[in-house]
């Protein structure tokens, strides 16, 4: 089992920038990967950015290569996304998910955190 919390939402001005991070806790010593998604008002879930342990590339959503960076500090087990250049459309919830290696589907999430791009 994993729990995770997310935190660093808010608002901010087109162009600006804001980090979330993702505390994760429970079974953290076996290896997982983790991921952002982000899910706009009445829309599916998308997925924005995801990282996996063991030299594995990171990928991003086309929508935000270039101004978002993932990236995770193992030793307190967080998992960050930074976002700059953040526009009016990356306004939505944000979540933080987690994964073993070997599964299919995302498994655990976390509540989320909201981000406003005001123009």
Same mark, same amino acid.
């Given at each position: 089992?994993?729990?995770?919390?997310?935190?660093?939402? %808010?608002? &901010?001005?087109?162009?600006? =920038?804001?980090?979330?991070?993702?505390?994760?806790?429970?079974?953290?010593?076996?290896?997982?990967?983790? %991921?952002?998604?982000?899910?706009?008002?009445? #829309? +599916?879930? +998308? %997925? &924005?950015?995801?990282?996996?342990?063991?030299?594995?590339?990171?990928?991003?959503?086309?929508?935000? #290569?270039?101004?978002?960076?993932? =990236?995770?500090?193992?030793?307190?087990?967080?998992?960050?996304?930074?976002?700059?250049?953040? #526009?009016? +459309?990356?306004?939505?919830?944000?979540?933080?998910?987690?994964?073993?290696?070997?599964?299919? %589907?995302?498994?655990?999430?976390?509540?989320?955190?909201?981000?406003? &791009?005001?123009?």
């Amino acid at each position: 089992q994993v729990q995770l919390v997310e935190s660093g939402g %808010g608002s &901010v001005q087109a162009g600006g =920038s804001l980090r979330l991070s993702c505390v994760a806790s429970g079974d953290t010593y076996i290896s997982y990967c983790m %991921g952002w998604f982000r899910q706009y008002l009445g #829309k +599916e879930r +998308e %997925g &924005v950015a995801a990282i996996c342990r063991g030299g594995y590339a990171d990928s991003y959503a086309d929508s935000v #290569k270039g101004r978002f960076t993932i =990236s995770q500090d193992n030793a307190k087990s967080t998992l960050y996304l930074q976002m700059n250049s953040l #526009k009016p +459309e990356d306004t939505a919830m944000y979540y933080c998910a987690a994964k073993p290696f070997s599964a299919s %589907g995302w498994t655990y999430w976390g509540q989320g955190t909201q981000v406003t &791009v005001s123009s």
